[in-house]
């Protein structure tokens, strides 16, 4: 039984096939096209899926979409009405898409796909209730949904058994947790739907000025975690930006302009709004957990994305195991929706021991053997040398001591927004350099964003305050008291950036101004080359941490291919690239040329 799940046309197209229940391959649209959150059908998503498991069209048994247009449409016409003529400007720019795309998902479908099967639709949430608890290695959990809306639905509360989920509770649109962040996202010059990280790692260099505020005026919070947000200082139901000017108001100012300076008020309102957001997850897991009586909670929607909030959840709230899943946001959607079909639809069995998930470690993506990525290289004409594994791993180690930065490119590329060593750049995490170096010279974005420690799992006691499994890099801990490194008087003294460069622990590069970590723990089980580097890396130092952030740069998707591997470690200031059994260092490379068909092929610029 093969079952391809399909999103498309809001943000992060992707494509997943299920066979016979279990997940064998999915991928995201912007990998191969490399438009960065590529929210058109995703062809080559499905295809890479099809391919990679010697099927075509012809083997589908159903193809399923993630949600239902029909129904986002009538929010789409109710909303209007409700606002017009105010909401017009919003809804004329919206039509055309409707008209040309979004209501004739089954005419699309096998126009692209050129399938003749059956086609099925599952609600946005229930496909993101079922990404969180079908791959979810627990046989019965709560489920928390949050996100910024499907077609009506913007939280949902529910329990899952077996083969089955119900969602009990939920909040509909406009009162949204995810698009109060995004609109404080927008407000402090981000990019909404992109930028809701960066506000999360900006937020520990801010004070909570403005939390009052946010509860006096903003959102009505209840103790279960239900809320309504006050909707005269928003603009997204009628306009094309989040917040209007009595927003603004409020906040004694307007918006911060996209790439200008930061100031402390977009550093206070970050940790204001965040504050908020992980009340509020708190208060509705309460909730869940007295309603349920479960020990296990899983979670998914793009709120689940808030590590922080994740790491409170797990340290702070009544549950004692929780699992998120790692493409939480639309992209997930697509997993989702296949499996509701096949255990909800189909109504076949599932078993969950509560040892390890059915996610695969999320390597659900493209590989290449070994000539495959020699004859991408060599059409580059890079220059290599192919090693057996001991001599990559120690070779590999000496580097990063030396505080080398390295594009790490092995196996199945990763699914969901986070690189898991799979499509990485690494260093040293010992290194005082090496977060203001990647951010800068490596990655070209904000220098205040933090990093994210690859621990080996047996030893992720010794650096952090978590007794977990952590494979997807989606809780917050804090760093072990035993390593931290105090601040002065004078040092506690310094506000926002200005704390920037302040060593706080033995693994600086990975330590955040407020001394937390967003921690992936690594086992020989679901990644065993880079647990053996970060191995040999501890053996050679004593130190069983690496930094770990995406193998791209700002603006451009994680590499897909040996390609684009090659590609983005020529423009940046990476010293070596690993693809597979193949090392590259920087200075034994041709001179990097642009050349036409690359950037027509690439969309390089």
């Known amino acids: 039984m093969n079952i391809l799940g399909i999103s498309a046309f809001y943000h992060d197209s992707a494509a ?54 029909v129904l986002k449409f009538e929010r789409l016409l109710e909303t209007y009405l409700t606002t017009a003529p105010k909401g017009f400007t919003s809804y004329a720019k919206a039509l055309p898409m409707w008209l040309k795309h979004k209501l004739w998902i089954p005419d699309t479908i096998r126009n692209e796909l050129e399938y003749e099967g059956e086609i099925l639709f599952t609600e946005h949430h229930q496909s993101h209730a079922g990404s969180a608890f079908y791959p979810s290695p627990f046989q019965e959990a709560a489920i928390l949904t949050i996100d910024g809306v499907g077609e009506w639905t913007t939280n949902s509360l529910g329990v899952g058994n077996g083969n089955r ?21 927008y407000y402090t010059g981000f990019k909404v739907n992109s930028g809701e990280y960066k506000v999360m790692g900006l937020a520990p260099y801010g004070e909570p000025k403005y939390t009052q505020q946010i509860y006096d005026h903003l959102i009505d919070l209840k103790e279960d975690g239900s809320f309504h947000l006050n909707l005269k ?34 550093m206070d309102l970050a940790r204001s709004i965040q504050e908020v957001v992980e009340e509020t997850m708190l208060r509705q897991a309460r909730f869940l957990h007295r309603d349920t009586g479960l020990e296990n909670l899983c979670l998914a929607g793009g709120v689940a994305l ?22 939480a946001g639309d992209a997930g959607g697509a997993l989702g929706a296949a499996l509701c079909v096949w255990y909800g639809y189909l109504e076949n069995g599932r078993e969950a021991t509560g040892g390890r998930d059915f996610q695969k470690g ?195 998707p994680i590499v897909c291919t ?19 059994d193949f090392l590259m260092l920087k200075e034994e490379q041709p001179k990097w040329q642009e050349k036409d068909n690359w950037r027509e092929k690439y969309e390089l610029d």
């Open 16 to 69: 997943c096939l299920v066979q016979d229940g279990e997940i064998t391959a999915a991928a995201q649209e912007e990998r191969f096209t490399r438009k960065k959150h590529d929210f058109e059908f995703p062809k080559n998503a499905a295809q890479f899926c099809l391919a990679s498991n010697g099927l075509t069209q012809a083997d589908l048994d159903y193809v399923v979409f993630y949600d239902k247009p």
């Open 233 to 266: 200082y928003f603009n997204y139901m009628s306009g094309l930006t989040m917040t209007n000017d009595e927003f603004a108001e409020l906040f004694g100012g307007p918006r911060r302009k996209p790439e200008t300076p930061l100031s402390q008020r977009e």
């Open 165 to 185: 989920f119900e969602i009990t509770k939920d909040i509909k649109f406009p009162h949204s947790l995810g698009l109060l962040y995004s609109a404080f996202t």
């Open 562 to 580: 040996p390609a684009d591997a090659y590609a983005c470690f020529m423009r940046t200031e990476m010293d070596c690239l690993v693809v597979g």
């Open 362 to 556: 999320s390597y659900l993506g493209p590989h290449f053997e070994a000539d495959e990525i020699a004859t991408e290289l060599d059409e580059l004409g890079a220059v290599y040398r192919k090693l057996d594994e001991p001599a990559l791993m120690t070779e590999t180690a000496d580097l990063l001591s030396n505080e080398k930065v390295i594009g790490w490119f092995q196996g199945r590329m990763e699914f969901g927004p986070r690189a898991l060593g799979a499509r990485s750049i690494i260093g040293d995490a010992r290194s005082t350099e090496m977060q203001t170096k990647m951010n800068l010279k490596i990655k070209s974005r904000e220098s205040f964003r933090p990093f994210a420690p690859a621990v080996l799992r047996e030893e992720v006691g010794r650096y952090f305050e978590l007794d977990a499994e952590s494979p997807y890099m989606l809780l917050v801990a804090p760093v072990k008291e035993e390593i931290r490194k105090p601040m002065t008087a004078e040092q506690e003294q310094l506000f926002g950036i200005q704390k920037l460069k302040i060593p706080r622990s033995e693994i600086p590069a990975v330590t955040h101004v407020d001394y937390s970590a967003r921690v992936q723990t690594v086992t020989e089980e679901t990644n065993p080359r880079f647990h053996r580097l970060l191995t040999e890396f501890r053996e050679k130092t004593g130190c069983g941490v690496l930094v770990n952030t995406s193998f791209n740069v700002r603006g451009e």
């Open 306 to 327: 808030n590590c922080v909030g994740n790491g409170r959840v797990l340290r702070e709230g009544p549950f004692k195991n929780i699992w998120i899943q790692p493409a």
